[in-house]
């Protein structure tokens, strides 16, 4: 659904230029600011309108998307316009954690205004592409008016009321692929580590793999949420020997490689935890338990 709705858009680092650049390249009226003035300049040739002040640019627009370093500076910058604030959406997608949007929430919301709270799943260059997604938390209903609106940089997928959810989800999933990457990492070390492994054509195999494993996320996160509603057992388990046996190879391949095994320590850790504990089966229930100390 495309909109012509016009937006404000305070903060013009890498993913704040993205963001409004996309805005323009979809019709929608784009009035920009950012602290160091000069990087709302070159904006203008695409039709950007550049405030001169932070109220210049909030009084704009109804809509008012924030993407600053951090949350200290989103509200050392919209403090000082506060009144202004009143009546319009402030649609945060600067990161943060889930307190920090509740508290952000509280105090915009507490000044007369509406407030989406987001989490950006893209890099600037992913920006209006069709992988691009942003995670929004908060009244449904302001989200439902807006959603339109905010769609031309990226798709939007709703969470829920909580606002906290968004950036919950945007760091979960930052979790996920940092420590994949970090395994990509690890694995790139130890087939590099003999004359006849490449990085490429072990990142070429490893791809295949995830694609195979990726499929059974779903299912460990059904057991996961079956487990935490009913206590229902998982239908995906594997043997605690089995990965003792398989995880402790990776790491004595690994040192006779003279490759560092920390990335995979704490993983190591986890399973040795749970057979300590007396379990005979890893699967996803039994990990998050232990990650959340239950
Ligand atoms: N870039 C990325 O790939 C990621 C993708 C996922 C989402 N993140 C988050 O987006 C927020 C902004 O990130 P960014 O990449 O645009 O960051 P920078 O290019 O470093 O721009 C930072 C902007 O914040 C302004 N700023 C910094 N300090 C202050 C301050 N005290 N008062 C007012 N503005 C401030 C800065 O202004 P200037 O330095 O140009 O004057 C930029 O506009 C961030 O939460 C990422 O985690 C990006």
Same mark, same amino acid.
């Given at each position: 659904? %495309?909109?012509?709705?016009?937006?404000?858009?305070?903060?013009?680092?890498?993913?704040?230029?993205? /963001?409004?650049?996309?805005?323009?390249?979809?019709?929608?009226?784009?009035?920009?600011?950012?602290?160091?003035?000069?990087?709302?300049?070159?904006? *203008?040739?695409?039709?950007?309108?550049?405030?001169?002040?932070?109220?210049?640019?909030?009084?704009?627009?109804?809509?008012?998307?924030?993407?600053? /370093?951090? +949350?200290?500076?989103?509200?050392? *910058?919209?403090?000082?316009?506060?009144?202004?604030?009143?009546? $319009?959406?402030?649609?945060?997608?600067?990161?943060?954690?889930?307190?920090?949007?509740?508290?952000?929430?509280?105090?915009?919301?507490?000044?007369?205004?509406?407030?989406?709270?987001?989490?950006?799943?893209?890099?600037?260059? *992913?920006?209006?592409?069709?992988?691009?997604?942003?995670?929004?938390?908060?009244?449904?209903?302001?989200?439902?008016?807006?959603?339109?609106? /905010?769609?031309?940089?990226?798709?939007?997928?709703?969470?829920?009321?909580?606002?906290?959810?968004? %950036?919950? +989800?945007?760091?979960?999933?930052?979790?996920?692929?940092?420590?994949?990457?970090?395994?990509?990492?690890?694995?790139?070390?130890?087939?590099?580590?003999?004359?006849?492994?490449?990085?490429?054509? +072990?990142?070429?195999?490893?791809?295949?793999?995830?694609?195979?494993?990726?499929?059974?996320?779903?299912?460990?996160?059904?057991?996961?949420?079956?487990? $935490?509603?009913?206590?229902?057992?998982?239908?995906?388990?594997?043997?605690?020997?089995?990965?003792?046996?398989?995880?402790?190879?990776?790491?004595?391949?690994? $040192?006779?490689?003279?490759?560092?095994?920390?990335?995979?320590?704490?993983?190591?850790?986890?399973?040795?935890?749970?057979?300590?504990?007396?379990?005979?089966?890893?699967?996803?229930?039994?990990?998050?338990?232990?990650?959340?100390?239950?």
């Amino acid at each position: 659904m %495309s909109s012509q709705a016009p937006v404000t858009v305070l903060g013009l680092g890498a993913m704040g230029r993205a /963001l409004a650049l996309a805005f323009l390249a979809a019709g929608q009226p784009t009035t920009v600011w950012n602290r160091t003035a000069a990087k709302a300049q070159d904006l *203008t040739a695409h039709g950007a309108v550049a405030a001169g002040s932070v109220a210049e640019a909030v009084t704009a627009n109804q809509i008012v998307v924030v993407c600053l /370093l951090d +949350y200290g500076t989103v509200r050392e *910058t919209l403090e000082p316009v506060a009144a202004e604030l009143r009546g $319009r959406t402030v649609v945060n997608l600067t990161n943060g954690t889930p307190a920090q949007a509740d508290e952000m929430a509280a105090w915009i919301t507490g000044l007369g205004a509406e407030y989406l709270d987001g989490g950006i799943m893209a890099i600037p260059a *992913t920006v209006a592409t069709p992988e691009a997604f942003v995670l929004y938390s908060g009244p449904e209903s302001v989200f439902q008016e807006h959603r339109a609106a /905010l769609e031309a940089p990226a798709a939007a997928k709703y969470l829920g009321e909580d606002f906290g959810l968004a %950036s919950l +989800y945007d760091l979960a999933l930052l979790s996920g692929h940092m420590q994949m990457l970090d395994g990509f990492l690890h694995g790139a070390a130890m087939a590099t580590s003999r004359e006849g492994g490449t990085a490429t054509g +072990y990142a070429e195999l490893l791809v295949s793999w995830l694609k195979s494993m990726i499929a059974v996320i779903p299912a460990i996160a059904a057991d996961i949420d079956a487990d $935490r509603k009913s206590g229902t057992p998982p239908q995906i388990a594997q043997g605690l020997d089995v990965q003792l046996a398989g995880v402790g190879n990776i790491l004595t391949a690994s $040192r006779e490689a003279g490759v560092d095994t920390a990335p995979l320590d704490p993983y190591m850790a986890g399973v040795e935890g749970l057979a300590a504990a007396g379990q005979d089966l890893w699967s996803g229930p039994a990990r998050v338990r232990q990650l959340k100390g239950e």
